[in-house]
T-cell receptor
Framework: NAGVTQTPKFQVLKTGQSMTLQCAQDMNHEYMSWYRQDPGMGLRLIHYSVGAGITDQGEVPNGYNVSRSTTEDFPLRLLSAAPSQTSVYFC?????????????FGQGTRLTVV | AQTVTQSQPEMSVQEAETVTLSCTYDTSESDYYLFWYKQPPSRQMILVIRQEAYKQQNATENRFSVNFQKAAKSFSLKISDSQLGDAAMYFCAKGANQGAQKLVFGQGTRLTINP
Protein backbone atom coordinates (compact mmCIF):
# COMPACT_ATOMS: atom_id res chain seq x y z
CA ASN A 1 0.00 0.00 0.00
CA ALA A 2 1.22 3.49 -0.84
CA GLY A 3 -0.79 5.11 2.00
CA VAL A 4 -1.20 8.86 1.48
CA THR A 5 0.64 10.32 -1.50
CA GLN A 6 1.19 14.03 -1.96
CA THR A 7 2.61 15.75 -5.01
CA PRO A 8 4.71 17.77 -5.51
CA LYS A 9 7.19 17.63 -2.61
CA PHE A 10 8.54 21.11 -3.32
CA GLN A 11 7.11 24.07 -5.22
CA VAL A 12 8.04 27.71 -5.76
CA LEU A 13 5.30 30.06 -6.96
CA LYS A 14 5.19 33.71 -7.86
CA THR A 15 2.63 35.89 -6.14
CA GLY A 16 -0.68 35.67 -7.97
CA GLN A 17 -0.04 32.29 -9.59
CA SER A 18 -2.39 29.40 -9.06
CA MET A 19 -1.63 25.76 -8.42
CA THR A 20 -3.10 22.53 -7.11
CA LEU A 21 -1.55 20.31 -4.48
CA GLN A 22 -2.50 16.72 -5.11
CA CYS A 23 -3.39 14.17 -2.43
CA ALA A 24 -4.39 10.56 -2.95
CA GLN A 25 -4.97 7.71 -0.52
CA ASP A 26 -5.49 4.02 -1.21
CA MET A 27 -6.86 2.92 2.18
CA ASN A 28 -10.55 3.63 1.41
CA HIS A 29 -10.62 6.22 4.17
CA GLU A 30 -13.73 8.35 4.44
CA TYR A 31 -12.09 11.31 6.07
CA MET A 32 -9.42 13.46 4.42
CA SER A 33 -7.97 16.77 5.47
CA TRP A 34 -5.36 19.41 4.67
CA TYR A 35 -3.11 21.06 7.25
CA ARG A 36 -0.47 23.72 7.01
CA GLN A 37 2.58 23.81 9.24
CA ASP A 38 4.24 27.09 10.12
CA PRO A 39 7.19 27.57 12.50
CA GLY A 40 6.13 27.79 16.14
CA MET A 41 2.46 27.11 15.34
CA GLY A 42 2.19 23.37 14.86
CA LEU A 43 -0.23 22.13 12.21
CA ARG A 44 -3.49 23.91 11.52
CA LEU A 45 -6.51 22.54 9.72
CA ILE A 46 -7.34 24.19 6.38
CA HIS A 47 -10.20 22.10 4.93
CA TYR A 48 -11.56 18.64 5.46
CA SER A 49 -13.91 16.16 3.87
CA VAL A 50 -16.02 13.42 5.46
CA GLY A 51 -16.71 11.70 2.16
CA ALA A 52 -16.99 12.16 -1.59
CA GLY A 53 -18.92 15.33 -2.39
CA ILE A 54 -18.73 16.71 1.17
CA THR A 55 -16.20 19.32 2.28
CA ASP A 56 -16.01 21.86 5.06
CA GLN A 57 -13.73 24.59 6.34
CA GLY A 58 -11.17 24.21 9.06
CA GLU A 59 -9.37 26.83 11.11
CA VAL A 60 -7.53 28.64 8.28
CA PRO A 61 -9.51 28.21 5.01
CA ASN A 62 -9.03 31.62 3.38
CA GLY A 63 -7.21 31.50 0.05
CA TYR A 64 -7.76 27.77 -0.47
CA ASN A 65 -10.38 25.72 -2.28
CA VAL A 66 -11.03 21.99 -2.14
CA SER A 67 -13.29 19.46 -3.76
CA ARG A 68 -13.74 15.74 -3.37
CA SER A 69 -15.14 13.93 -6.36
CA THR A 70 -13.80 10.49 -5.38
CA THR A 71 -12.98 8.72 -2.11
CA GLU A 72 -9.32 8.53 -3.08
CA ASP A 73 -8.47 12.11 -4.08
CA PHE A 74 -8.62 15.42 -2.23
CA PRO A 75 -6.79 18.23 -4.09
CA LEU A 76 -6.05 21.61 -2.53
CA ARG A 77 -6.19 24.64 -4.82
CA LEU A 78 -4.50 27.97 -4.36
CA LEU A 79 -6.28 30.37 -6.70
CA SER A 80 -3.95 33.37 -6.29
CA ALA A 81 -0.87 32.58 -4.25
CA ALA A 82 0.30 35.06 -1.62
CA PRO A 83 3.57 35.13 0.39
CA SER A 84 1.51 34.38 3.52
CA GLN A 85 0.80 30.96 2.02
CA THR A 86 4.46 30.01 2.20
CA SER A 87 4.30 26.92 4.40
CA VAL A 88 4.56 23.15 4.55
CA TYR A 89 1.30 21.45 3.61
CA PHE A 90 0.19 18.03 4.80
CA CYS A 91 -2.64 15.87 3.62
CA UNK A 92 -4.05 13.29 6.04
CA UNK A 93 -6.67 10.58 5.93
CA UNK A 94 -8.49 8.38 8.43
CA UNK A 95 -11.56 6.25 8.86
CA UNK A 96 -14.82 7.86 9.89
CA UNK A 97 -16.43 8.83 13.14
CA UNK A 98 -15.92 6.48 16.01
CA UNK A 99 -13.48 4.19 14.21
CA UNK A 100 -10.65 6.47 13.13
CA UNK A 101 -8.00 6.07 15.79
CA UNK A 102 -5.11 7.17 13.63
CA UNK A 103 -4.58 9.82 10.98
CA UNK A 104 -2.16 8.87 8.21
CA PHE A 105 -0.13 11.71 6.75
CA GLY A 106 1.47 12.30 3.39
CA GLN A 107 5.10 13.35 3.07
CA GLY A 108 4.28 17.03 2.94
CA THR A 109 4.72 19.76 0.31
CA ARG A 110 7.03 22.66 0.96
CA LEU A 111 5.56 25.67 -0.84
CA THR A 112 7.37 28.98 -1.22
CA VAL A 113 5.56 32.00 -2.65
CA VAL A 114 7.87 34.80 -3.78
CA ALA B 1 -12.10 27.05 20.07
CA GLN B 2 -10.23 24.06 21.36
CA THR B 3 -6.57 24.54 22.09
CA VAL B 4 -3.56 22.33 22.70
CA THR B 5 -0.54 23.82 24.43
CA GLN B 6 3.02 22.55 24.57
CA SER B 7 4.93 24.84 26.88
CA GLN B 8 8.42 23.48 26.13
CA PRO B 9 9.68 24.68 22.73
CA GLU B 10 12.92 22.73 23.18
CA MET B 11 14.12 19.90 25.40
CA SER B 12 17.37 17.99 25.57
CA VAL B 13 18.32 14.74 27.26
CA GLN B 14 21.35 12.52 27.56
CA GLU B 15 21.27 9.29 25.65
CA ALA B 16 19.81 6.44 27.73
CA GLU B 17 18.09 8.81 30.16
CA THR B 18 14.38 9.60 30.55
CA VAL B 19 12.62 12.74 29.37
CA THR B 20 9.05 13.98 29.74
CA LEU B 21 7.31 16.28 27.27
CA SER B 22 4.33 18.27 28.53
CA CYS B 23 0.98 18.91 26.88
CA THR B 24 -2.24 20.49 28.11
CA TYR B 25 -5.49 20.92 26.21
CA ASP B 26 -8.89 22.47 26.44
CA THR B 27 -12.14 20.70 25.53
CA SER B 28 -15.75 20.31 26.57
CA GLU B 29 -16.00 16.80 25.14
CA SER B 30 -16.06 13.74 27.35
CA ASP B 31 -14.92 11.17 24.78
CA TYR B 32 -11.98 11.91 22.53
CA TYR B 33 -8.54 10.74 21.48
CA LEU B 34 -5.19 12.30 22.24
CA PHE B 35 -2.06 11.66 20.19
CA TRP B 36 1.66 12.22 20.19
CA TYR B 37 3.24 12.52 16.75
CA LYS B 38 6.95 12.53 15.96
CA GLN B 39 8.35 14.55 13.06
CA PRO B 40 11.98 13.76 12.19
CA PRO B 41 13.96 15.91 9.73
CA SER B 42 12.40 13.89 6.90
CA ARG B 43 9.17 15.81 7.68
CA GLN B 44 7.09 12.63 7.88
CA MET B 45 4.47 12.65 10.66
CA ILE B 46 4.75 9.41 12.64
CA LEU B 47 2.26 8.32 15.28
CA VAL B 48 4.06 7.58 18.55
CA ILE B 49 1.19 6.80 20.91
CA ARG B 50 -2.53 7.46 21.38
CA GLN B 51 -4.86 7.58 24.35
CA GLU B 52 -8.62 7.20 24.56
CA ALA B 53 -10.07 9.68 27.03
CA TYR B 54 -12.54 7.24 28.54
CA LYS B 55 -9.77 4.76 29.37
CA GLN B 56 -8.18 5.48 32.75
CA GLN B 57 -5.16 3.30 32.06
CA ASN B 58 -2.24 5.18 30.60
CA ALA B 59 -1.14 4.03 27.15
CA THR B 60 2.32 2.54 26.64
CA GLU B 61 4.26 1.62 23.50
CA ASN B 62 7.65 0.08 24.27
CA ARG B 63 9.84 2.96 25.58
CA PHE B 64 7.02 5.50 25.20
CA SER B 65 4.31 6.05 27.79
CA VAL B 66 1.87 8.77 28.68
CA ASN B 67 0.62 10.32 31.88
CA PHE B 68 -3.00 11.17 31.15
CA GLN B 69 -4.80 13.32 33.70
CA LYS B 70 -8.29 13.86 32.34
CA ALA B 71 -9.55 16.21 35.02
CA ALA B 72 -6.48 18.38 34.68
CA LYS B 73 -6.58 18.09 30.86
CA SER B 74 -2.94 17.07 30.84
CA PHE B 75 -1.27 14.55 28.51
CA SER B 76 2.49 14.22 28.92
CA LEU B 77 4.81 11.89 27.01
CA LYS B 78 7.61 10.01 28.75
CA ILE B 79 10.46 8.59 26.70
CA SER B 80 12.59 6.07 28.56
CA ASP B 81 16.09 4.97 27.61
CA SER B 82 16.37 7.80 25.07
CA GLN B 83 18.05 6.91 21.80
CA LEU B 84 19.69 9.10 19.17
CA GLY B 85 16.88 8.18 16.78
CA ASP B 86 14.36 9.81 19.11
CA ALA B 87 15.65 13.26 18.16
CA ALA B 88 12.77 15.04 16.40
CA MET B 89 9.91 17.49 16.77
CA TYR B 90 7.11 16.06 18.89
CA PHE B 91 3.54 17.25 18.51
CA CYS B 92 0.67 16.66 20.88
CA ALA B 93 -2.74 16.59 19.20
CA LYS B 94 -6.39 16.16 20.10
CA GLY B 95 -8.90 14.57 17.77
CA ALA B 96 -12.61 15.23 17.29
CA ASN B 97 -15.56 12.93 16.69
CA GLN B 98 -14.16 10.19 18.91
CA GLY B 99 -11.20 9.65 16.66
CA ALA B 100 -8.42 11.21 14.62
CA GLN B 101 -10.54 13.76 12.77
CA LYS B 102 -10.08 17.53 12.86
CA LEU B 103 -6.84 17.29 14.79
CA VAL B 104 -5.82 20.29 16.88
CA PHE B 105 -2.05 20.38 17.36
CA GLY B 106 0.21 21.93 19.91
CA GLN B 107 3.12 24.12 18.87
CA GLY B 108 5.63 21.28 19.10
CA THR B 109 8.66 20.46 21.23
CA ARG B 110 12.05 19.96 19.61
CA LEU B 111 13.84 17.11 21.36
CA THR B 112 17.63 16.84 21.19
CA ILE B 113 19.46 13.70 22.32
CA ASN B 114 23.00 14.27 23.58
CA PRO B 115 25.38 11.32 23.08
Amino acid sequence: NAGVTQTPKFQVLKTGQSMTLQCAQDMNHEYMSWYRQDPGMGLRLIHYSVGAGITDQGEVPNGYNVSRSTTEDFPLRLLSAAPSQTSVYFCASSYGRGVSTEAFFGQGTRLTVV
Amino acid sequence: AQTVTQSQPEMSVQEAETVTLSCTYDTSESDYYLFWYKQPPSRQMILVIRQEAYKQQNATENRFSVNFQKAAKSFSLKISDSQLGDAAMYFCAKGANQGAQKLVFGQGTRLTINP
